[in-house]
């Protein structure tokens, strides 16, 4: 009898993103709407893009490595 065991690893740049966005949410529920948590919330923002955008590049590259 053979057992297959599946692993789920999350990607880095997920892990990444998911914790910019809650970043995100976190300062938005916190503070008030001054320009310096405005400028916080966009500087995360364009970090979490940044993640999404290396997304499809990361699950292509596991996807050949297991091929």
Request: glycine share 0%; hydrophobic share 45%; proline share 4%.
């Given at each position: 009898m053979t057992q297959v065991i599946q692993m789920a690893i999350r990607q880095p740049a997920l892990k990444q993103t998911r914790n910019l966005t809650l970043a995100i949410i976190d300062i938005a529920r916190k503070r008030e709407a001054s320009a310096e948590s405005l400028s916080?919330?966009?500087?995360?923002?364009?970090?979490?893009?940044?993640?999404?955008?290396?997304?499809?590049?990361?699950?292509?590259?596991?996807?050949?490595?297991?091929?």
């Open positions: 916080a919330i966009q500087m995360l923002a364009v970090e979490a893009i940044a993640s999404m955008d290396e997304l499809p590049n990361q699950t292509l590259k596991s996807n050949q490595d297991n091929s």
